[in-house]
């Protein structure tokens, strides 16, 4: 089982409309969440950390549920900038031994 | 923001030969560094943990005599693919926290390594 799994998608929508994406993680010691954002050919780049409250940046809301190892990326009213690679990413370990595990990505591709 | 960069950004080189990437901190000291490897369409793997001035720390399954890194100053890790082969052909990118929690790491734009 991978330690943190995403559906890879693609996720094709138009302009406008809401979506959401979902991770799983398997570490239940895991501390910290995130979201980034990768184009393609590109690196990595912090979208988001996810917050046990939960915690909304603009058109972006993030979840976590650790009872269920669940985290969740919401964005509303879709850009064609928004198409991109999105990957949960999962902080382990403790200080000075830490590292962060990338899921594997949910492509998004949003259409005129 | 923290900037990291990458040098080279991309590298074709013969099978057997050895490739050194340069991974720098540009505005900030990072007493630590992570070295990623990307396949197409995979997701990002951690090889290594890149301490300044100890030996680096791998991830299970990567050899480390092939993967040879150093940490040698708070700005500058690199990474050296020796005897590399076509298996090795990869997107290699590093990435350096600013923060003593790990809470926002700055990644490198990242070398793409052709060996043929």
């Known amino acids: 089982r991978k330690e943190v799994e995403q559906d890879p998608g693609p996720f094709n929508v138009p302009e406008g409309a809401t979506v959401a994406f979902n991770c799983t993680y398997s570490?239940?010691?895991?501390?910290?969440f995130f979201w980034y954002r990768q184009d393609c050919r590109k690196e990595p780049k912090l979208l988001m950390s996810?917050?046990?409250s939960g915690n909304e940046d603009g058109r972006f809301t993030a979840q976590l549920n650790r009872a269920s190892q669940y985290i969740s990326l919401l964005i509303r009213d879709s850009k064609l900038s928004d198409s991109a690679t999105y990957l949960c990413?999962?902080?382990?370990?403790?200080?000075?031994?830490?590292?962060?595990?990338f899921g594997t990505g949910t492509r998004l591709l949003v259409s005129p | 923001g923290a900037v990291v960069s990458q040098h080279p950004s991309w590298v074709i080189c013969k099978s057997g030969t050895s490739v050194k990437i340069e991974c720098r901190s540009l505005?900030?000291?990072?007493?630590?560094m992570f070295w990623y490897r990307q396949f197409p369409k995979q997701s990002l793997m951690l090889m290594a943990t890149?301490?300044?001035?100890?030996?680096?720390?791998?991830e299970q399954g990567v050899e480390k005599d092939k993967f040879l890194i150093n940490h040698a100053s708070l700005t500058l890790s690199t990474l050296t693919v020796t005897s590399a082969h076509p298996e090795d052909s990869s997107f290699y990118i590093c990435?350096?926290?600013?923060?003593?929690?790990?809470?926002?790491?700055?990644f490198g734009p990242g070398t793409r390594l052709t060996v043929l």
């Open positions: 890149s301490n300044e001035g100890s030996k680096a720390t791998y």
């Open positions: 990413v999962v902080k382990e370990g403790f200080t000075g031994f830490q590292k962060l595990v």
């Open positions: 990435s350096a926290p600013r923060d003593r929690g790990y809470n926002e790491q700055f």
């Open positions: 570490n239940s010691a895991s501390q910290s």
């Open positions: 505005d900030f000291q990072a007493t630590t």
């Open positions: 996810v917050y046990s």
